[in-house]
């Protein structure tokens, strides 16, 4: 049942976040720009300088000035990644559920089966050195499970990379974070490591050779036994728990 308690007015600096806000939006101030003072912010809205203070320190942890000392605040573009990152709490609450995550792991295969497409389609010698490295890498570290966790996300990421676009590297980085859990689970499947790595081998053949649709077909594959694998081990550990002591 809601406890409700009487609604309290808004508190000064509350306001004075949501003008500077304002002011940003509309573009009158905009990034590089430096802020007024703290006596002359004080001055302008009718404020305390504590609640100046406040103001500036909420607006700092949203990503939208920067504070240095000895310094007046400065107007800083907010980054995508900052933007995902305050995603990440609500996300991996609404992940604990089962049917959610799979939702996700599903959701995954189809955006970077995307992503995948774009590589084969616009990659250029440079970044296909830079994922045949990460690929190199990830060949390196199979037999340690921690180590290929962590190659593995590097060849992704540098399949993303080939974008440009800072939203879709921005939001591959946050799914990989709330799917950590899930490689780490997924790895324990015998044989995981060199199925993972024989997918990325098709993966890297598909993108150097500039064939979308076979990129896009072996990352599918590979997350889809990627999936498989997660919920194999899932099943396998519950039955072990409940399973009657001898």
């Known amino acids: 049942m809601l406890k409700a308690e009487q609604v309290r007015r808004k508190k000064l600096y509350e306001d004075v976040v949501e003008q500077i806000e ?6 009158d101030l ?6 007024p003072a703290e006596r002359d912010l004080c001055e302008s809205f009718g404020v305390s300088r504590t609640a100046v203070r406040e103001a500036l320190f909420a607006l700092h942890q949203s990503g939208l000035i920067d504070l240095e000392n000895g310094r007046r605040a400065r107007v800083v573009e907010p980054s995508a990644e900052k933007m995902i990152d305050d995603l990440s709490g609500p996300a991996r609450f609404v992940l604990s559920r089962p049917d959610r995550l799979r939702q996700l792991q599903e959701a995954r295969m189809m955006f970077e089966g995307f992503l995948a497409r774009i590589a084969a389609r616009d990659a250029t010698d440079e970044q296909i050195a830079a994922i045949k490295s990460a690929l190199n890498a990830n060949e390196a570290s199979i037999g340690d499970d921690e180590a290929f ?13 080939v974008s440009g676009n800072v ?17 780490r689970v997924a790895i324990k499947r015998a044989g995981a490591a060199e199925r993972a790595f024989k997918r990325h081998l098709e993966i890297f053949a598909a993108i150097e050779a500039h064939d979308p649709d076979a990129a896009e077909e072996a990352m599918r594959a590979h997350l889809q036994e990627s999936i498989d694998a997660y919920w194999t081990v899932r099943a396998e550990n519950r039955e072990s728990e409940e399973a009657p002591a001898a």
């Open 22 to 27: 304002a002011a940003i939006v509309r573009g």
């Open 149 to 161: 966790v962590e190659t593995n996300i590097t060849f992704h990421l540098a399949i993303a990379k």
């Open 30 to 35: 905009k990034p590089g720009d430096f802020l």
């Open 167 to 183: 939203f879709l590297d921005s939001l591959h980085s946050a799914v990989q974070k709330w799917l950590e859990e899930h490689r």
